[in-house]
């Protein structure tokens, strides 16, 4: 699976839907945050596995706050499964 590409597909559905423009009192769960994760991503050697939990964290995230929904996820990760 390509988690950086899933990662990227799941920031620009955020943004789409306007969660970049909501502010957080709780550290970790805004868009500023969620972004600073996707450029380390991009720019470190992470493994697999770390990937895969960023990955996750974000998409949770998401699904918390109600900006996503499980099974959107679940697609928008089938898509990056090849």
């Known amino acids: ?3 950086r590409e899933a990662m990227r597909a799941t ?3 955020a943004r ?3 969660y970049g423009d909501i ?3 709780e550290e970790g769960t805004d868009m500023s945050h969620l972004d600073s994760m996707y450029r380390r991503m991009e720019n470190e050697d992470f493994s697999e596995g770390k990937l895969g939990r960023w990955l996750g964290y974000a998409q949770g ?3 918390a706050h109600q900006c996503c929904t499980l099974e959107e996820m679940k697609e928008l990760n089938k898509a990056f499964a090849g």
């Open 61 to 63: 995230v998401l699904v």
């Open 11 to 13: 920031l620009d559905l």
């Open 16 to 18: 789409e839907r306007g």
């Open 23 to 25: 502010s957080f009192e």
């Open 1 to 3: 699976m390509n988690m």
